[in-house]
């Protein structure tokens, strides 16, 4: 089993530093406008949800499921992205993020390793996952809610830098192009 530190765990990013905004990594491209959709069938969704560290086995995701999980995630990164740019929260993603919140949630249980995890069905994993979101962006770390600073990156992370000035999603990522684009300038 992969560390649930690691940046990427089967294909999945997961730079957020919290669920919420790892889901809305599922779709990139967001920025070129040329989208990667990696949620693509429901048993994609069965693997994020490993993945994530919410559940140790496939929770057996529908095609409903997924048009869910799709939906929960864009009506975060519509809210994620607000909070990072300190515009209003759109009305639209907060009702739907309330109302996947409002379902019955998944009970947590410490697995053997000592680690959470989370005992329900998926709709009930997706309702954690938007009460943690309620959570993120209406506690004290809503201000701390970034978009990476890389051209093409739309990536949604917490900065939990002491000084509050983290730029990119990943330092050996984006931070690390962003270096080698800063070399090249002064070469020139
Ligand atoms: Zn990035």
Redesign the pocket.
């Known amino acids: 089993m992969t560390s649930r530190s690691e940046e990427t765990r089967d294909g999945f990013r997961f730079r957020g530093g919290r669920l919420p905004l790892d889901l809305t990594a599922t779709l990139a491209g967001r920025i070129s406008g040329a989208h990667r959709e990696s949620l693509n069938a429901p048993a994609d969704l069965d693997r994020w949800l490993v993945a994530a560290g919410l559940t140790d086995r496939a929770a057996g995701s529908t095609a409903d499921d997924l048009l869910a999980a799709r939906a929960l995630r864009e009506a975060l990164y519509a809210l994620a992205t607000a909070r990072a740019e300190g515009r209003a929260l759109p009305d639209a993603g907060r009702e739907a993020l309330n109302a996947f919140a409002a379902q019955p949630a998944a009970a947590p249980w410490l697995d053997p390793a000592g680690d959470r995890r989370l005992h329900g069905g998926v709709r009930a994993l997706l309702a954690s996952v938007a009460r943690e979101a309620i959570e993120l962006l209406g506690g004290p770390d809503g201000q701390r809610v970034r978009q990476?600073q890389?051209p093409t990156?739309a990536?949604l992370f917490l900065d939990t830098s002491r000084a509050g000035d983290r730029r990119?999603?990943?330092m050996s990522?984006?931070g690390n192009r962003a270096k080698v684009a800063a070399f090249r300038q002064r070469e020139r």
Do not use: L
């Open positions: 990476c890389g990156c990536i990119w999603c990943s990522a984006c």
